[in-house]
């Protein structure tokens, strides 16, 4: 397995609040970034010229466990160090006191300021990508980018001796740097268990639709909680934008029970000498006229590669959309672990996808090419 990543060993600095007004323009609207359940996200440069993403936690109020979420994000990346878990670059927690009026006096009041600070991201959140509607995302980028979530998420799980359980895996919570190296962020609600026990919980986490029925129906927590948040994830990387905004909105067992309809027209996906998909033989396993996008990409992908390397790489997207629906089974004893996932994705040659990278750059007038990744904007953070 991998565990090394390209970050620096330094351990994470322990920030002052008053640093941390400073490098964010007092946390002006201008350097925000980004906005979460817990807090704000801005952008900073430290003296040594370094971008950090410095998210400043809210004020205790009723409802938000804050300092847990503060203290299990921060404890938990200190202990992960790899490629694919975002870095965590310091930390501010201060307890200060302020004068504010209260019931007409003047009383002094404890305020806490926390904040977390990360390497930014030009990238932005996966979810965005997949959203919008001029992402051009070809097979190999979506394909690394369902690899690299694995390998971090394997990394979690079998890293060290105790496993860090996420909670809530989605598309919202994977950074992108420039190079679209996806890696996985938001620990708040991140917990660290024996990699074999069943544990439960008397409170929801995690968010609907990625959530398993374990959990849903009686709150147990296991290592295939997060390995079913993984499957809904990789269905909705391999539906694409348009997929991904017509079941944005539906439960995860309706989007999947789509998805294993159109697992079952395997005859009209993966045909070696295909050049244009006939969407005709759709009407067989009678979809719904909305769902037609979804399958629509497999077509797009078709279009846009050539025929010597059509055939690998059908066996490429029928792997993944496979793997997907093993890790979303309802009876979590038949979802495989995440090292089996990372096992089955390492036997994708990777001779297809050094094929695909040259297919990228390529130019023809008789191929629809597959478009660019242009370096996303800072408001691809905005949620």
């Known amino acids: 397995m991998e565990n090394e990543s390209q970050h620096s060993s330094t351990t994470p600095r322990d920030f002052t609040f008053q640093l941390l007004k400073q490098i964010t323009n007092d946390f002006s609207e201008d350097n925000r970034i980004g906005v979460g359940g817990y807090g704000v996200v801005y952008k900073g440069t430290l003296d040594n010229g370094e971008v950090i993403a410095v998210k400043k936690l809210y004020y205790k109020h009723p409802g938000l466990d804050s300092d847990k979420q503060f203290q299990n994000e921060c404890t938990n990346l200190m202990r992960v160090r790899h490629q694919n878990i975002v870095r965590l670059v310091g930390y501010c927690h201060e307890i200060r006191h302020k004068c504010v009026e209260h019931n007409g006096k ?5 305020v806490e300021d926390r904040a977390l600070c990360f390497e930014y991201l030009e990238g932005g959140s996966l979810d965005k990508h997949l959203s ?5 995302f070809g097979w190999h980028t979506r394909y690394k980018i369902i690899k690299g979530i694995c390998e971090g998420l394997n990394y979690l799980h079998n890293g060290s001796k105790e496993s860090i359980f996420h909670l809530d895996l989605k598309p919202a919570n994977i950074l992108l740097d ?13 917990r660290l268990f024996d990699s074999t026990e069943t544990c439960s ?48 909105d539906m439960s995860s067992q309706e989007f999947i029970q789509l998805v294993r309809k159109y697992h079952l027209c395997q005859t009209i ?30 077509g797009n992908w078709e279009k846009a590669l050539r025929t010597t390397v059509l055939s ?30 990372v096992d089955e994705l390492s036997k994708i040659d990777t001779t297809i996808i050094d094929e695909l990278n040259k297919i990228d750059t390529a130019r023809s007038s008789t191929i629809e090419q597959i478009v660019p990744f242009f370096l996303i904007h800072e408001h691809m953070w905005k949620s």
């Open 201 to 248: 919980t008397k409170g929801i986490i995690g968010t609907p639709g990625y959530m398993p029925p374990e959990y849903i129906n009686r709150f147990h927590i296991t290592p295939k909680f997060d390995v079913f948040s993984l499957g809904v994830t990789i269905i909705k990387i391999m539906a694409g934008h348009q997929g991904y905004s017509n079941f944005a």
């Open 178 to 190: 420039r190079n679209m190296m996806p890696k996985i962020g938001d620990f708040g609600l991140s």
């Open 312 to 341: 690998d790489t059908s066996h490429g997207v029928k792997k993944c959309i496979e793997i997907a629906l093993k890790c979303v089974e309802a009876d979590r004893a038949k979802r495989p672990t995440i090292a089996e996932v």
């Open 132 to 136: 919008d509607e001029s992402c051009g």
């Open 269 to 298: 996906l993966f045909s070696q000498n295909i050049m244009l998909y006939r969407l005709t033989s759709v009407h067989v396993c009678h979809l719904p006229a909305y769902y037609v996008s979804i399958v629509q990409v497999h």
């Open 106 to 110: 003047y009383v002094f009041a404890m």
